[in-house]
């Protein structure tokens, strides 16, 4: 699972991986595994399994594992950066996209919360959050990446327009100009229809807005996944039949998540809880293991690792 193909030097949520190291490990993967595109790595979910026991020494030769490349979020680094290199070396990829994004040049929150807090020193912010007064210290050198990830954790528990106005106070208190995060740019539609026009490109869903849907309605759940999929076949036309859960962790959706995506017509369902796909899975509970800024070598062996667990 990658977000960012990018050689960002301002990367504190490490969510990007450097265009060098991204060609890299494609061609480790390449020649490790058989890199396939999601219909076909989830084909044998529930009835046959696309990942094969190791076999040990002197038996017959091992097959190689089936992997599939994910993205989440929809960056334009996706088409820029990461589709040439993809293409190149034949590889597919899977691009889920946050739909309120697009042509939008506000980026995501938690990139401009980045933003209005780098290199701050010396200063306190008060801050209400879920009905809470928070006093969030920027005083020391490790000061703002540790409020960068306390904030974080609360804030995406709020509903957006919620999440908005905790930014407003915290750029006012900082008497900044709300940013906009220019290197991690969301794509625009039409950069959209661009990536999805390469024949390696599946373009799945990840809601509107990109809310945290655990403990949320059924209702309010179908209506964001539903929606953020309408919207991507009415600008494609064409078929969206995958998702995944915005975070994805065991905190971010829950089993009405699940039925959620059932009901709208997903195929699969993607998380971020770390583990490899077998036949055993549930295909609306699909793991996935992430991906770091890592070279060749040690991405050989996490895959060696990963295989093995």
Not at 18 to 43: C, G, K, N, P
Not at 197 to 224: C, F, K, M, W, Y
């Amino acid at each position: 699972m990658y977000h960012r193909i990018a050689d960002d030097p301002e990367d504190p949520y490490s969510l990007c991986v450097s265009s060098d190291h991204f060609e890299a490990q494609l061609r480790t993967i390449s020649e490790t595994a058989e890199v396939v595109d999601l219909d076909r790595l989830t084909a044998g979910v529930a009835g046959g399994s696309p990942w094969r026991r190791y076999q040990a020494p002197g038996r017959a030769r091992p097959a190689r594992a089936q992997v599939a490349l994910t993205f989440d979020d929809g960056y334009a680094d996706n088409l820029l950066t990461a589709l040439p290199v993809a293409e190149a070396l034949g590889v597919p990829m899977t691009v889920y996209v946050t739909t309120d994004g697009l042509d939008s040049t506000k980026g995501y929150w938690w990139d401009r919360m980045a933003l209005l807090l780098h290199g701050r020193r010396e200063v306190e912010l008060d801050v209400e959050i879920g009905g809470r007064q928070l006093r969030i210290s920027l005083r020391g050198e490790k000061a703002a990446p540790t409020a960068l990830v306390a904030l974080h954790t609360c804030l995406r528990l709020l509903a957006v327009v919620e999440i908005e106005a905790a930014l407003v106070v915290i750029a006012g208190q900082l008497s900044a100009p709300m940013p906009e995060p220019k290197r991690a740019r969301v794509m625009t539609r039409d950069e959209l229809r661009t990536l999805a026009a390469s024949p390696l490109v599946t373009i799945g869903a990840h809601t509107v807005d990109h809310v945290l849907l655990s403990g949320r309605s059924l209702a309010e759940q179908i209506e964001t996944m539903a929606r953020s999929k309408a919207e991507l076949e009415s600008l494609l036309g064409r078929p969206v039949r995958h998702f995944a859960y915005p975070y994805g962790d065991s905190d971010a959706f829950d089993a009405v998540s699940v039925e959620a995506a059932r009901r709208c017509g997903f195929e699969t369902a993607t998380t971020t809880l770390s583990g490899r796909v077998t036949r055993l899975n549930d295909r609306w509970r699909l793991p996935r293991r992430m991906v770091r800024d890592w070279n060749a070598d040690e991405f050989a062996a996490r895959l060696w690792a990963w295989r093995a667990a």
